[in-house]
């Protein structure tokens, strides 16, 4: 059992990744993704708003999209509380100032903007939006790619 | 019952997202300086399950457990999928974290995540706000 508290390898972590996908579907009839959840929560916060966005969006059939982030909060916990021997390192020390905060709150902005105007995240147009042979999610993937490498070796913010 | 699923489905899930390191940085980082195999390992296997496990849900019509017809959503192309996801990707770079981690990376007790989190969803609020505006 001396390995589930070491980091998993990826082929064990990259299959039951793509696990998520089947087992969202048969056991709730759900199609695997992560970022409508914003949407969810921006309709929840302002129950009385005009834009078409938030008030067209029908949240007790996407209700289950807030249960499952629940469950990625309460995982991680699990994760990284109970089966992890050394501390999983998330952020680089620089992060922890003023100038480092300020970097999470543009790339937040652009994360939360580009995901829903994308129309998915690296769960639901990466994984499965690829699994179920989607064209719009390979173009979609290729230009988050683009945007990584972009800010990696050419803004080099 | 399904919300008990779905809520086990997203344990697991969270599980995996921080066992397997995705949610770090630092792999992100080392993804985009192709330093590492890790993250590109770890997507091409996860599609390749989930791939299989779609055209076998379709090719012999499995039924959900609560024998529903399967429905998967479908991704219809927008210029949207271009541009936002090109901006996404560079918050990705920026912040280590797509949608999926940075709930994983306040889960495990990261809080200052709750800026990448909190900048999200005024990211959000700024599209909704300029929908009607933009190309799609």
Not at chain 1, 19 to 27: F, K, R, T
Not at chain 1, 107 to 123: E, P
Not at chain 2, 45 to 60: E, H, L, N
Request: aromatic residues 14%; charged residues 10%; contains cysteine.
């Amino acid at each position: 059992m001396e390995w589930i508290l070491q980091p998993w390898p990826w082929y064990i972590a990259g299959p039951l990744i793509g696990l998520m996908v089947p087992a969202l579907l048969l056991l709730s009839g759900k199609t695997f993704g992560v970022s409508t959840s914003f949407q969810n929560l921006g309709s929840m916060c302002a129950p009385k708003s005009n834009l078409p966005y938030l008030k067209n969006f029908d949240r007790r059939s996407n209700r289950w999209q807030l249960v499952f982030v629940a469950g990625i909060i309460l995982g991680a916990f699990v994760g990284s509380h109970f089966l992890s021997i050394n501390p999983v390192s998330f952020l680089p020390d620089h992060y922890y100032s003023l100038s480092g905060m300020a970097r999470l709150a543009l790339g937040g902005l652009l994360v939360g903007f580009g995901v829903r105007y994308a129309g998915g995240c690296t769960s639901g147009h990466t994984i499965m939006g690829l699994s179920n042979l989607q064209w719009s999610s390979l173009v979609a993937s290729i230009s988050f790619f683009a945007g990584g490498l972009l800010l990696t070796h050419v803004l080099q913010f | 019952m399904k919300q008990f699923f779905v809520l086990l489905i997203g344990t697991f899930f969270g599980i995996v997202l921080v066992k397997s390191e995705v949610v770090s940085w630092f792999r992100i980082q080392k993804m985009f300086l192709f330093e590492e195999a890790h993250m590109y390992l770890i997507i091409a296997s996860a599609v390749a399950v989930g791939a299989v496990a779609v055209y076998i849900i379709k090719r012999f019509q499995l039924k959900t457990v609560f024998n529903e017809d399967v429905a998967i959503k479908a991704k219809p192309y927008q210029k949207g999928v271009v541009i936002g996801g090109v901006l996404f990707g560079i918050g990705w770079a920026i912040t280590g974290a797509c949608p999926g981690p940075i709930y994983a990376q306040i889960g495990s007790g990261e809080y200052i995540a709750l800026i990448t989190f909190g900048a999200a969803l005024i990211g959000m609020y700024l599209y909704a706000f300029l929908q009607p505006k933009l190309p799609h």
